[in-house]
């Protein structure tokens, strides 16, 4: 837990993050990519701080990895490279810089750790989980495997190290589809997002899919009856939503795909109206991007990745805080399995 006033009181003795109106606008272009979801006098707060970090990561030989779900003025102030799990899971391995840090939740740290394990990874709130990763253990794997015995466990990467470890191979919404149909085997056991698993169940009939009943708190609280109730009040408007949504809520979408499936169906279709069903920060990032699109309807907030803010980043690569350790013989196994998610989709071309 932080104590935000101390925090606030160590950075001002070493950075001017006094907000200033000068300073936003000598920084107008990175301003350019979220000015249609900040205020310009957000951005004036906003704009010492990315300076800060902009500047300490030079100095550290950092990048920063951003989610998707990470508010605008990370997603687009601070981070170098920004994407779904994949994505990042992908960039951690490529990148030569001597400190990662990671914008995102802890999961996501951890596999940076696990692939690049001479590095160090740094997490800006440790505190910042994640729900679906919570609801399942190595145990639990464990136990899956009793049920199913010889069927091979393909789990979601949003799970700790441990689980990950106690797995065969790991997968991403975007390509859980591809890798359950590529595996050997006629039953594949899918841990922890029951609904991912539904949904991966019917776009693949051919295998038989189980799965452990875990959700996450973002899209299980969408109802397929939301959906029909704002298509009454708000007609001609694109729905589109994430397969960690209930089955039925998918199916009363007009598109259900990973994050960077739904960035690519709303820049190819370029809706006049669009609603994204998923985490808020998703339609916020690539607003700027598509001016031509208006976002609309509510959203559900996920509070673990709204932990990670400027000042906590800031506090974390000038204080070289929150470094992310895994155990060795734990990393060695789960970088198995998401090395073999990621040699996989090279192969199969996703």
């Known amino acids: 837990m932080f104590d935000l006033p101390a925090l606030r009181a160590e950075l001002s003795e070493k950075y001017d993050l006094t907000p200033s109106p000068k300073l936003a606008e000598e920084m107008s272009d990175i301003y350019a990519r979220m000015s249609r979801v900040v205020t ?50 992908i960039k951690a391995t490529e990148v030569e810089a001597d400190v990662i840090v990671q914008c995102g939740v802890h999961f996501m740290a951890e ?6 394990p001479s590095k160090t990874v740094l997490m800006p709130d440790m505190d910042a989980g994640c729900s679906l990763a919570e609801s399942i253990t190595a145990e639990g794997v464990e136990e899956m495997r009793r049920r ?21 191979i790991c997968c991403t919404s975007s390509n859980a589809a591809q890798i359950v149909a590529a595996l050997d085997a006629d039953t594949i056991i899918m841990t ?11 776009d693949v009939p051919q295998k038989n899919i189980v799965w452990w ?12 009856q939301d959906l029909r109730d704002f298509r009454e009040w708000n007609p001609g408007t694109r729905l589109i939503a994430h397969p960690e949504c209930p089955p039925d809520v998918c199916d009363e979408a007009d598109y259900s795909g990973s994050t960077s499936g739904i960035i690519k169906y709303v820049t190819d279709e370029k809706p006049e109206k669009a609603l994204l069903i998923t985490e808020c920060s998703m339609a916020s ?22 932990k990670i803010t400027l000042e906590k980043v800031l506090y974390s690569l000038d204080t070289m805080t929150g470094q992310i350790e895994v155990d060795p013989t734990v990393a060695e196994k ?3 399995a998401v090395e073999r998610m990621i040699d996989l989709s090279r192969k199969l071309g996703i």
């Not at 004036?44 to 990895?65: E, Q």
């Not at 922890?192 to 019917?202: C, G, K, S, T, V």
């Not at 009943?213 to 397929?224: D, K, L, P, T």
């Not at 990032?285 to 709204?306: R, S, T, W």
């Open 192 to 202: 922890p997002d029951q609904y991912l698993a539904q949904n991966i169940a019917r």
């Open 285 to 306: 990032n690539i607003a700027d991007q598509l001016p031509e699109v208006d976002f609309v309807g509510p959203c559900n907030m996920c509070p673990y990745m709204k």
């Open 334 to 336: 789960a970088r198995l």
């Open 111 to 116: 596999t940076s750790k696990i692939l690049s």
């Open 40 to 89: 310009p006098a957000d951005w004036i707060i906003y704009a010492p701080y990315v300076k800060a970090i902009n500047d300490l990561k030079a100095k550290r030989n950092a990048v920063i990895l951003g989610h998707n779900y990470m508010t605008p003025e990370i997603y687009h102030g601070i981070s170098d490279f920004g994407g779904d799990s994949l994505q990042l899971a």
């Open 213 to 224: 009943e875990g959700s996450c708190i973002v899209h299980e609280q969408y109802s397929a």
């Open 148 to 168: 199913y015995p010889g069927a091979p466990v393909v789990t979601y990467v949003n799970t700790t190290a441990e689980v990950k470890a106690a797995s065969d």
